[in-house]
């Protein structure tokens, strides 16, 4: 029955942009992150994907969690002489992460989130009236 496909489909959605939520929470957590010693790295932003999987017990395809890509953009300095990890120059490098960013990912997560509980309730709802109609 299509009602039970969309609600695969939708069930896989909240999976993924679950999934993508615990990335970017990951992100966040570590925003504030500096190198550890001067020729190190701090923690670089984690950029989550999606792929297509075909389900063939179903015939649907269902949305995933692909690979999980770093981000290649430069990292921030913060003048702290005194740190462990400061260079010569006395800079720390510091997490690439941008919080505002992260943020405004989140709320699309939440909202893609939100909008497949939408598609499984509304089936779930159709489903219900479809089996009452038949009982009559």
């Keep these: 029955?299509?009602?039970?496909?969309?609600?695969?489909?939708?069930?896989?959605?909240l999976k993924a942009q679950g999934g993508r939520m615990r990335v970017i929470a990951e992100n966040m957590a570590n925003a504030g992150s500096t190198a550890k010693t001067?020729?190190?790295?701090?923690?670089?932003?984690?950029?989550?994907?999606?792929?297509?999987?075909?389900?063939?017990?179903?015939?649907?395809e269902r949305v995933k969690v692909g690979k999980i890509e770093r981000s290649t953009?430069?990292?921030?300095?913060?003048?702290e002489p005194g740190h462990p990890a400061a260079d010569e120059r006395g800079y720390v490098k510091t997490s690439n992460v941008n919080s505002l960013v992260?943020?405004?990912?989140?709320?699309?997560?939440?909202?893609?989130?939100?909008a497949n509980l939408n598609v499984i309730n509304t089936s779930r709802r159709m489903l219900n009236a479809t089996i009452e109609l038949l009982r009559r």
């Design 1 to 13: 029955m299509d009602l039970m496909k969309s609600m695969i489909i939708a069930a896989s959605g």
């Design 38 to 60: 001067p020729d190190g790295e701090p923690y670089r932003r984690k950029i989550p994907t999606f792929t297509a999987e075909l389900d063939r017990a179903t015939g649907v």
């Design 73 to 79: 953009s430069a990292f921030g300095e913060r003048y």
């Design 102 to 114: 992260e943020s405004i990912d989140m709320g699309q997560a939440q909202r893609g989130y939100e």
